[in-house]
């Protein structure tokens, strides 16, 4: 488990069969190879687990839901093959979500950019705040939402994916990202989230365990290719990290960032 300085992934199992997986990492919640890896793991575990109905998939604090990707880990890729692994890691959980035979309901208490919209589109139900905004920010700085783009696309069509994709350094409001598809239910606080989340995740822990496998297995009807198609993805993102372009993106976007 990485210590908190460098985010942590916590799994709780309620009696009622509602795993509770929690990531965090102090820089807005984004994710490191580390973090990536341990939170698709902890999906995979759930998954797995007999005592398990249906898991919920949330970040914490109260502000941004998953800032994407570690913009500082990002610098330290210094080959294709590294770069590869890292947009793997993004890979690895959308392909848990997709797989696991439990129905995953994701918590979007707040922003979400890049990669983080990505795990909100794994999600197979999403409730959000009004400040549940997002951006697909990777055209920003010199790459493309090449992983999560069979996922989001698969959410909110080809036409919306083009508009998050193009305008780049632009949000899109919460209202406009359960419009397209993407979320399902829109509350105006983190109060009224978590309460129409505590009852949603209990009606689902009490159905048919049988149905709702069912039903996911529908949910992700022609996705059986991910496997290969993500890490295909995930190798194309990792050549262009490390073009001149992009570090230079990266180095600007955190220079400013620190001022």
Known sequence: MPTIENGSVTLNISD????????????????????????????????????????????????????????????????????????SGFAKIINACRKSSKIVIARIQGKAVGGGVGLAAAADYCLATEAASIKLSELAIGIGPFVISPAV????????????????????????????????????????????????AEKLASYHPEALKGLKEILWEGTADWDELLTERAAISGRLVLSEFTQQSLHGFLSGKNK
């Not at 807005?28 to 341990?38: C, F």
């Not at 080809?158 to 780049?168: H, K």
């Not at 419009?179 to 509350?187: C, M, R």
Request: with cysteine.
């Open 16 to 87: 009622s069969g509602i795993a509770t997986i929690t990531f965090y990492h102090p820089a807005q919640n984004s994710l490191p190879a580390a973090l990536l890896d341990e939170l698709a793991e902890k999906i995979t575990a759930a998954g797995n687990d007999a005592q398990v109905h249906v898991i919920v998939l949330k970040s914490g604090g109260d502000r941004t839901f998953c800032a994407g990707a570690s913009f500082d880990e990002l610098l330290q890729i210094k080959d294709k093959e590294a770069g590869a692994v890292f947009f």
């Open 153 to 200: 696309t698969r959410k909110i069509g080809l036409p919306a994916f083009s508009q998050l994709t193009i305008r780049a350094t632009d949000f899109q409001t919460a209202h406009w990202a359960m419009e397209k598809g993407l979320y399902n239910e829109v509350y105006p606080d983190i109060a009224a989230l978590d309460a129409a989340m505590d009852a949603l």
